[in-house]
């Protein structure tokens, strides 16, 4: 008994020891938090601006999303001074960068338009540059997917030229659309990469005429790689979405990941009071750390 005693101590002194070792050398990390939020930029009202991270701090922010570029410059993030007010807007404000988006894809179709493809390969490393693992590519207005057969061989092709690409960089490309749960799945297969997913928007899905109860389990957490938490005209709460309901969905498949208020903003509200109010009425439904 009393050897065994022994050895047991030894065993624990052995065991903290090893703990301490690792701590002291950096090998022992937090977890990750399980949820965060965030904003899109052109929705503060600051696309491809420094000043979204000022306004997201004063919201009470974890990160923004930041566009990639914009109509006024097609160049964006890949302009290297672009590129370093960004990571210095987010150093100064502690509020993190917690995406990009190309939301110019909606007028310049990645479907059909050539000099897209080197926006979406450039976008992956001006994303590992600031250590941003999330694109969203956008296909809503002039870059629409639904009933468009062409256009969406043609976005497979393309996806699949760049894949791997953003495979090697550890960056994940989203598919927002209003394409069906199904129809997301058949793309994501036929490209055949880790790095394509869905990033979810649930009120485009419901203006799709999509049963977002539906589609949420069908996709699953791991092919989520971001959600747009988003009322038109406004705030969350007061507009046509079951946001209760839904956030007891994306607990029970244990999303884990950013998600990011857009829109939400009744005509002539102050933004940031209403996205103050939009934060607040999420943190009532979500945990975020």
Known sequence: MKESLAMNRREMIKKSILLTAASSSGLLFKPAPK?????????????LNPEAFDRAKEI?????QVSYNTSQNHAGLSVPATLQSIREASARTSVKVSSLAIGELNRVPYKSEPKTE???????DA????????ILLAFFSDGDLRNDEKGKKAVI?????????????????GIES???????????????SKAVKVYYDFL????????????IPMIGKDLICELHMKENGQRLGEGTLDWPKIAKMVRDIDYQGWMQIEGATPKGADIIECYQ?????????????
């Open 35 to 47: 949820l965060q939020l965030g904003a899109c930029d052109w929705s503060v009202g600051k696309s």
């Open 277 to 289: 109010q939009n934060r607040k009425y999420l943190e009532g439904l979500f945990s975020f750390k």
């Open 204 to 215: 485009n899905a419901v203006d799709a005429g999509n049963d977002i109860f539906k589609e």
């Open 118 to 124: 080197e926006w979406v390969w450039n976008s992956v």
């Open 178 to 192: 209003y394409l069906t749960a199904q129809e997301h799945l058949d793309i994501i297969n036929s490209v055949g």
């Open 157 to 173: 092709e393309r996806l699949k030229k760049v894949a791997p690409h953003a495979e090697k960089q550890g960056i994940t490309l």
């Open 127 to 134: 994303a590992k540059a600031l250590h941003v693992k999330v």
């Open 60 to 64: 009470g922010l974890q990160g923004i």
